[in-house]
């Protein structure tokens, strides 16, 4: 019974009772009506409680039924009523009943992210007239005109091209469909002339996605342009667009679309401070939508509910690309939120207007890509130990675990892989072939994890020398998997997934067992290798833009001499054998670039530093969580250094021992 009598109730003074009706309840009966004003025939029984006038009996769908059962358990499990509200014209994602009323209003389809939904409600306070933070810093130009500052019809039709070639089928954050319609308006003047701000952005966003994605010469054939000038341009355009579509409080699917591809592209061009930060106002901006919670249990449209997935899904695995490249772990990752994985169909086969969900294919999808990336998360979330704890992602390197434990982990892993993907890829399908080395990239670095010194005690000279034997054909079957990433002609469209994710904690260990190898059979495979490694990837003989490289070049110097001390003294051994003991071309290359590096570096500065950030043979190892930087002062060009001329006497007392892992496994 109401506290207060309605209208109606009080004038005939009368008891104003109404029936109990849960919210899965409520949306099928508006659904019923919808149903109904259509002219729809419905069969079945009245829904408890309903009595509305008029109002035919609805039939419950199965997907319905469904539904209702998912909210009334989420409810009773979490004690909370989750749901999509609308505030200010825009949707947001409420965890407690508190702060929201059923009012039966529904969104209005025109304005509403995520219209034609039932879960929906008023919020009981609006926060109209508060204003956005930053709002005098992150500003668009007030003399920038974005439509005009769109490339010609046929350049963006080149740059649309080359995106759903290379980029959208390794991220699927958009369906196909929905980007033809983005294209359609993007490539006429008339279209440009509507585009909001967010789809500016979008816009932008493909374009310099695309450019990213491009050679030097095909940026001169196809656009008439420098590569450096294009990502400058469409970088900055991206970023005026973004400025307008209030990027930190975002709570449209096109301005958070828009922003992670941005930072898609910006993967290897921002720096991680940056980085990091975006990264974490965009999953934010994805939590107050509402993403991490499943579209089924707040009462979506299969539609909507599985665009909410790929969204959510493809921010968790750049969640996770970034916090190893920052070397900073994120929370939301392991955090208790139960968005299920996207469903394995092609765009194809889901439309806006559909009531229930469409059927999973067997096989391998054009979102298969994706799908095992998001399935090796969601596995490594349900890991538990024997109290139920999570082992969350760093239980490779978890010292209480046994080897026979991480190996059962990652047997479970490698076995689901196997059957849910691996099993179904086709050689001559370039996303199947993808597909497949990946996943094997994924193995073996996760048993190169479980054999690293970190995960035992950091010193490598207490490991046996079986250990350390295994460690070292992982690393090099980890070389060897990037090697076929770079050279393999089917998934160079591709390769630009690869860069910046070198794997460097299996190339320096591959250094280390050099040097103390030199006088073995394996020697000459690890100098192959190698060699393989740095024709493969020309982006590592670049020594300006990270200092990881230019530190494996010093160390491979030392392991050189090592090797060629050994070659130089065979002859004695063996004086009727024929014996190569030149040095590597790819090695004499990178060490002429490396003496141009250094060589204006300030003598004084030279005993301070700290090759390779490892420390002398009577040094202890390294504790710090990251190395204090040798180059203080260092921009990324190197430009005005002053260092003195590389000694390699001083560089051969390094200890090997006291590397410091962690430096290697993050970005600079």
Not at 330 to 354: V, Y
């Amino acid at each position: 019974m109401k506290s207060q009598a309605c209208q109606a109730c009080a004038k005939r003074k009368d008891e104003c009772i109404y029936a109990e009706v849960s919210q899965s309840e409520r949306i099928a009966q508006l659904e019923a009506l919808v149903r109904r004003l259509e002219g729809e025939s419905e069969q079945g029984n009245f829904i408890s409680g309903g009595k509305e006038a008029g109002v035919r009996p609805a039939v419950l769908t199965p997907h319905v039924r469904h539904l209702k059962d998912r909210v009334e358990e989420d409810t009773q499990q979490h004690g909370t009523t989750a749901m999509i509200v609308k505030e200010d014209g825009e949707s947001n994602y409420l965890e407690s009943s508190t702060w929201h009323s059923w009012n039966g209003k529904l969104f209005d389809s025109t304005t509403a992210a995520h219209s034609n939904d039932g879960n929906l409600c008023m919020p009981v306070v609006s926060s109209t007239g508060t204003l956005s933070a930053l709002q005098s810093i992150i500003c668009r130009s007030p003399f920038m005109d974005l439509t005009k500052k769109h490339p010609l019809p046929q350049d963006a039709i080149a740059l649309w091209d080359i995106f759903c070639q290379r980029v959208q089928p390794l991220t699927k954050l958009s369906f196909n469909w929905e980007l033809d319609q983005f294209r359609a308006k993007s490539v006429t003047p008339e279209g440009v002339s509507g585009l909001s701000s967010p789809e500016h952005a979008f816009v932008f966003a493909v374009y310099l996605n695309s450019v990213v994605n491009l050679l030097e010469d095909e940026c001169t054939i196809l656009l008439g342009r420098s590569k450096s000038a294009l990502l400058t341009e469409f970088q900055f355009l991206c970023e005026q667009a973004l400025a307008g579509s209030n990027i930190l409080g975002a709570a449209d699917l096109t301005t958070i679309k828009a922003l992670a591809m941005y930072l898609t592209a910006g993967f290897e061009r921002l720096n991680t401070r940056s980085l990091w930060s975006l990264m974490g106002a965009l999953s934010r901006n994805a939590e107050r939508c509402g993403f991490h919670r499943d579209g089924a249990l707040l009462g979506l449209s299969p539609y909507e509910t599985e665009r909410r997935r790929r969204i959510w899904w493809q921010l968790q695995h750049m969640e996770m690309a970034v916090s190893v490249k920052s070397g900073s772990f994120s929370f939301t990752l392991s955090a208790q939120w139960d968005a299920k994985l996207p469903l394995n169909i092609e765009d194809e086969d889901i439309t806006p207007n559909m009531r229930e969900p469409p059927k999973e294919r067997e096989g391998l999808t054009s979102m298969s890509y994706c799908l095992w990336t998001y399935w090796v998360l969601q596995e490594q979330r349900s890991f538990r130990r024997a109290d139920g704890s999570s082992f969350g992602f760093t239980w490779p390197a978890d010292k209480s675990l046994s080897v026979t434990e991480k190996n059962e982990l990652i047997y479970r892993l490698q076995n689901g892989l196997n059957k849910r993907f691996v099993q179904h890829c086709d050689p001559l399908r370039p996303l199947d072939m993808l597909v497949q080395v990946c996943v094997r990239v994924f193995i073996c670095a996760m048993r190169r994890l479980t054999l690293h010194p970190l995960a035992y005690n950091g010193r490598i000279s207490e490991l046996s020398e079986s250990h350390r034997n295994e460690l070292l054909d992982v690393c090099m079957q980890c070389l060897e998997y990037d090697v076929v990433l770079h050279q393999n002609p089917f998934i160079k469209r591709f390769r630009w997934r690869f860069e910046g994710m070198f794997q460097w904690s299996a190339m320096v260990y591959v250094l280390t067992e050099a040097r103390r190898k030199y006088d073995t059979p394996k020697a000459e495979r690890i100098w192959a290798v190698l060699a393989d490694v740095y024709a493969s990837n020309p982006s590592l003989s670049d020594l300006s833009d990270d200092r990881r490289k230019a530190y494996a070049v010093e160390l491979m110097t030392v392991a050189w001499r090592a090797r060629e001390g050994f070659l130089l003294d065979r002859p004695k051994r063996q004086p009727n054998t024929y014996h190569a003991s030149s040095k590597p071309a790819f090695l004499v290359d990178l060490e002429v670039k490396l003496s141009s590096l250094v060589g204006a570096v300030n003598t004084d500065t030279t005993s301070k530093r700290m090759l390779c950030d490892v420390e002398t043979m009577d040094a202890t190892p390294i504790k710090k969580s990251r190395p204090e930087d040798p180059f203080p002062n260092l921009e990324p060009n190197y430009e005005n250094i002053a260092l003195s001329q590389l000694d390699l006497d001083t560089i051969a007392e390094i200890d090997f021992d006291a590397i410091d892992w962690k430096f290697w496994e993050t970005a600079p």
